[in-house]
């Protein structure tokens, strides 16, 4: 009987499988081999095992595979990564029967991307939402997480989650802070009801804030910005109030059991982020992630799937340095940082603040950018809004992968470079992050067709082209070379 | 009679000022002292010098005194790197008279940024331009390039110079390809005549494309999109059909006489910048740069400032190389760079993609960014694009001097979040980069005059705000200590 090291007895470990005889066969093939057999027919009991747990048995799962293919890597390769808890693939085995289709997040595959969704209190319909999801998932992101915080909240994240072929994230404490009257008055109960409850319906991985504790509150007394995060805000509120530790802290085993037993992956928030470039590196911050690194191996000890999330606002002096501490406090664990800003005096831009921050995080080593879109400390995105930070994200993540010379990673630059060369702008478009504006404002100024294969556009003007100029150098030197060539060969004959 | 060494007798490099008795003064008060008399009266000859020539011979001049009160810096330390070439003043004597404000480019000061303006043979008005050099200028950029190149060419320079208190540069190449039937019969002189012709315009800085030598047009090859700077294709192409060196290289003296004449700076252009990743860092892209190295001693022997162009598009781990490069070839002359590029694949985003390589190029120690707008590769700038450039690029600019621990750098963003954290909102704005839309964009959400100081914006909603929960963190806390400081006080007392 395989079983892992610490497996709990807890019926939500336990998935019964009735023998395939007539009965309805698992909708998705992909998941038949999560499940070791650890009792013989006529009465088949399975484990289920996480990600990791199978990883660490040596078992390649279907997603592994899945993933390796995707990545254009060795499947052993992502096994072992995940191994080692230096790779994740957030993949909720109910979200794994529905559209999901899964991918890995680790510094030895691609950098992945996420954009945030979701409604607030003040405005936001489904319909909305899933627009959002698709124009996110459409242009690139690789993760989606649902931030709804108010409205009909869950028929916001089950639509989304059944729509979504990405994994879905959320922060569990948001809906606590919706549906309490006072959020500061829950219970750890209530905490970790909300995680199972949102675990039923799909979602694949969660921030929870467990790494906030009572003494690294007064930490941040001298802070211009404070606590900034919402769910580090409500645990301190909280744990001031109480005069208690950290619920999440106090009742990690507990939530472990929880998180495992669906393969949710924790995605181990920092609540105690900076909130502006004065208030980043301090001792709060660090504190938590120290924290954070126990955290992490407590849960591998439980079978589960960890990253870390990190800041925020960082000068760009820092930011390579706080990847490396990361690495060094919390064992590898993937990295997954909000931008980060890289100043704080351009609100209506932080997609672009946050684009500098978070391409050189990724060149240091930051498995997934968290986007920030131009509305952050404004407002909640729209549509655009969600287009603007994706390819400012697709172009940060892409950029660092060149940056750590991830395979392949250069092909497509240098296809387009190709196409611009050769004056073939459909192709140009074609292999654009984004196509439509690409061609949208090419257009502005020559619209027609037949400028499609102009040797020219209008920031140059047909007159006088540098790249023309270069091909009609580049024929005079074939001729010449030709013509001497011929002359050679007519010596010899002759 | 102070003659600096290397004065040539040109009578372009005298500028004769009839004593003061009854005469009209010289219009402008900043520019007395960059003369050095002499012959005594009754007829005074004054000989015009540099910046540079000025700085050697241990004079502070106004402009120097004007640009360490911008900088806030000691006038000893501008004139010092003006001396050693690391830092320049464009400032041409024409523009001088006019509405210009000297500031400086170089290491020792804040980053700069350049936006580029003007019209194409296709497109563009006067009036259009006009509007675009206040978009610029009111939006924070240092310098703007007028890169027009059809139309009434003459006459958009002398309405942007007249209304222009930021140095203007231009290509003198680019007037030459409108106004010559083949641009690649252009004589030597034509070209010495157009600088000359711009210079007496008062252009402050030009970009002369020197450094392309016969010999390093084979280097290019075998690159994916050969030459791309326009100015680099017309030398190579002139080169390739004469079998004659660069003009501008055989008669650089020449040229350095007229620059010296109204201190024209120097921007010594590369020609053969690379224009995709593919490219970047190839011998062709090296070999120019030396090149330009040799150049900047001879302008320097000359009098003449001068500062370096670089790249263009670079993968994110060579831009600090890059910039170290320079400084070692061409004798730490200011790095001039445009973007750069560290992905080629968002057209579209071209402003965001180089945005990145320019912040990081900041802080490596580039000591002005040329920005790129959405618009690069696709078309001309518009309004709009300028605005959506110059705001990327004040970014990138502000983030490389906060990372090199530059005086004061970080102060507006102190401020900022101070505003941030006590709900403050039209603070924030006003601190903003670009106030009207980071107005905008919170309005559009909650418009009215009382959101103004709500302590909550649409994206955490009334009902829980992180930032609020800090602030009755802290109070409590307050209270704490005050009834512990009573009950202390009141304990001392009993």
Known sequence: MPVFGTLRTNPLNLTRIIPAEGGEPPSNAIRERRFARIREPPVCIFIMLTQFESARQNIVTPEMEYV????????????????????????????????LEPMCIGVASLCKINANIGNSAVTGKVEDELEKLHTAVHLGSDTVMDLSTGGNIDGIRQAIIEASTVPIGTVPAYQIIQQTKDPLDVTPRQLLDMVEHQAKQGVDYMTIHAGVLLEHVPLTRDRITGIVSRGGSLMAGWMVKHHKQ????????????????YDVTFSLGDGL??????????????????TLGELTLKAWKNGCQV?????????????????????????????????PLVTDIAPGYDHITSAIGAAIAAEAGAAMLCYVTPKEHLGLPNKDDVRQGVIAYK??????????????????????????????????????????????????TLPQEVFKSAKFCSMCGPKFCSMRITQDLRKLADDASRVSLELTSAATVS
């Open 68 to 99: 390796a293919k995707r990545e254009d890597l060795e499947p052993e390769l992502i096994r072992s990564e995940v191994a080692r808890g230096r790779m994740v693939i957030p993949a909720n085995i109910f979200h794994l029967k529905g559209r």
């Open 246 to 261: 950290n619920p999440w802290y106090t009742h990690f085993d507990e939530l472990c059991e929880i998180m495992r037993a």
């Open 273 to 290: 982020r900076p909130g502006c470039l004065a208030d980043a590196n301090d001792a709060a911050q660090f504190a938590e992630l120290k």
């Open 307 to 339: 990253m870390i999330e990190g800041p925020g606002h960082i000068p760009m002096h820092l930011v390579k340095m706080n990847i490396e501490k990361e690495r060094e406090l919390c064992h590898e664990a993937p990295f997954y940082v909000l931008g």
């Open 395 to 444: 172009i940060a993540a892409h950029a660092g992968d060149i940056a750590r010379g991830r395979k392949n990673a250069r092909k497509r630059d240098d296809e387009l470079s190709k196409a611009r060369f050769e004056f073939d702008w459909n192709r140009q478009f074609e292999l654009s992050l984004d196509p439509e504006t690409a061609r949208r404002m090419h257009d502005e």
